[in-house]
């Protein structure tokens, strides 16, 4: 099998441009238009919607490899690094920490060049105690030829399938310095467009022993931030890249076995992204919901608990609410769990459901709803 770092040209990369200008520039037309929203909005929402993209991009990259964290962690992770005063902070694991770390510096620091020692800085954040899994792995450096040839690969033991062998130890370096300095070389190549290089180019090399996937797409973040020229993240690459998982995989596999041609994989790319941004156009719908409700209930304050609890369930927040949640996510007793919810009930800002009993629950109420404050108790 010849994999596309074996070809006599690599890494000169070629597309077809009337193929890719089409689906250029609608997404760049889609950018254009949703990066205009969000210039319209206050300072708040605008925090708001950066923080919903960033989350969904920290957890949907991981979600890819596998790696299941959890939102509410992610998101008070980034709040707190970026000196959010977000209600409700829950403490955060040191895994999500490093790969909070990692995105945040891409992004944020999209100006900023892309060197060796900043990417062996990301991958020990994502390994912050070593191992990955039952496996040692090498550790903020280059990977070695230890463990034998770096191969990707599915199936149980015995039946594996490779889908991708990557280039030996002992060429990373040199790879690694010529994918750096093309990084940070200027071209006319369309920003977007070396979003979608960068990618390929780097996890074809696959330079450590794991976390290529993640510090890759970490890349992807940090080319399309320049290409908006913005260090806040509204819309979340990983997140349509999770939705399509086998599709990414089959695309990366099909490019790394095939010619310098990446046509097929620019445009799967371009396509990806259109759909990153349409998605994010309807959260944005979610983020207005949010603060028209806070708008209603902000004449009439309520305390911090309630504030923590009231946030948790405008986000992911499974079901409905009862006393026994409520007290176990305010981190508060049954007792004051139920005169928090009697006081909400009487603010209108939550209603109870149609079943009583031991099946009471309640739901927050529309914000049209929510009565004004000159009418409340």
Not at 22 to 45: M, T
Not at 116 to 143: K, Y
Not at 211 to 233: C, H, P, Q, Y
Not at 320 to 346: F, G, P, Q, V, W
Request: aromatic share 8%; proline share 5%.
């Amino acid at each position: 099998m010849t994999y596309i770092y074996q070809r006599p040209r690599w890494p000169d990369f070629t597309w077809d441009s009337d193929a890719v200008a089409g689906p250029l520039a609608a997404v760049r037309h889609k950018q254009g238009k949703h990066l205009g929203k969000i210039e319209a909005l206050g300072f708040e929402l605008r925090t708001e919607a950066s923080l919903t993209a960033l989350t969904d991009e920290v957890v949907k990259s991981s979600a890819i490899e596998g790696e299941n964290l959890d939102p509410n962690e992610v998101r008070s992770s980034i709040a707190r690094k970026l000196g959010l005063d977000v209600a409700g902070l829950v403490k955060s694991g040191r895994e999500v920490e490093g790969v909070v770390e990692m995105m945040l510096d891409a992004t944020r620091n999209f100006d900023q060049p892309l060197t060796a020692e900043r990417l062996f800085g990301w991958h020990a954040a994502l390994f912050p105690t070593g191992p990955s899994g039952l496996h040692r792995i090498t550790v903020g450096a280059w990977r070695t030829d230890e463990a034998g040839p770096m191969r990707v690969v599915s199936g149980p033991i015995g039946k594996e399938r490779v889908h991708y062998q990557a280039p030996e130890a002992g060429r990373l370096h040199g790879e690694m310095e010529r994918f750096l300095q093309w990084f940070a070389g200027r071209s006319a190549t369309d920003p977007v467009l070396r979003a979608a290089i960068a990618h390929l180019w780097f996890v074809t090399i696959h330079p450590f022993d794991d976390g290529n996937g993640r510090v890759g797409r970490a890349i992807s973040e940090m080319a399309l931030a320049r290409a908006d020229a913005t260090k806040d993240r509204f819309y979340s690459m990983s997140s349509a890249i999770e939705a399509e998982r086998r599709e990414y995989y089959s695309q990366l596999e099909s490019a790394q076995r095939g010619g310098l041609d990446i046509t097929g994989w620019i445009t799967w790319f371009l396509g990806c992204l259109d759909r990153a941004i349409q998605e994010a156009d309807k959260t944005l719908g979610s983020v207005f919901h949010k603060a028209k409700l806070w708008q209603r209930i902000h004449p009439s304050p309520v305390n911090g608990r309630q504030r923590a609890v009231i946030n948790r369930m405008l986000d992911e927040f499974k079901g409905n609410l009862t006393t026994s949640k409520y007290a176990k996510l305010a981190h508060c007793s049954t007792d004051t769990a139920l005169r928090d919810i009697r006081e909400l009930l009487e603010l209108g800002i939550i209603v109870k459901n149609p079943a009583g009993g031991r099946s009471t629950s309640y739901r927050l109420n529309e914000p049209d709803e929510i009565p004004p404050a000159s009418v409340r108790p």
